[in-house]
Nanobody
């Protein structure tokens, strides 16, 4: 599966952004999807994941209550709605895919190119 993230940009603290990740191929609905981020000088970290049906979601503690992951299997797209953004959310955001939740939250086999999110104070 090939993944392409978009929707990043510059936003003020407290603002919102919605990231999208479009996937190629006809098997999108069979993949667990996730989002990761990497801030300058830091390791890449897990942000959120969603089950194949969209019925279950998982979020890192740092984004709980602020970020929401969702998916539209008819459009082969996964989203990350980010609200109440903070300067510490500044990072390159990557979407990822895999067959199993454990893999997607740790070492996903498929990655897309990232999209930059910058939150100004």
């Amino acid at each position: 599966v090939q993944l392409q993230a978009s929707g990043g940009g510059l936003v003020q603290a407290g603002g919102s952004l919605r990231l999208s990740c479009a996937a190629s191929g006809r098997t999108f609905s069979s993949y667990v999807m996730g989002w990761f981020r990497q801030a300058p000088g830091k390791e890449r970290e897990f942000v959120a994941a969603i089950s194949v049906s969209g019925g279950s979601t998982y979020n890192a503690d740092s984004v709980k209550g602020r970020f929401t992951i969702s998916r539209d299997n008819a459009k082969n797209t996964v989203y990350l709605q980010m609200n109440s953004l903070k300067p510490e959310d500044t990072a390159v955001y990557y979407c990822a895919a895999g067959a199993h939740l454990m893999a997607v939250t740790t070492t996903p086999p498929y990655w897309g190119k990232g999209t930059q999110v910058t939150v100004s104070s």
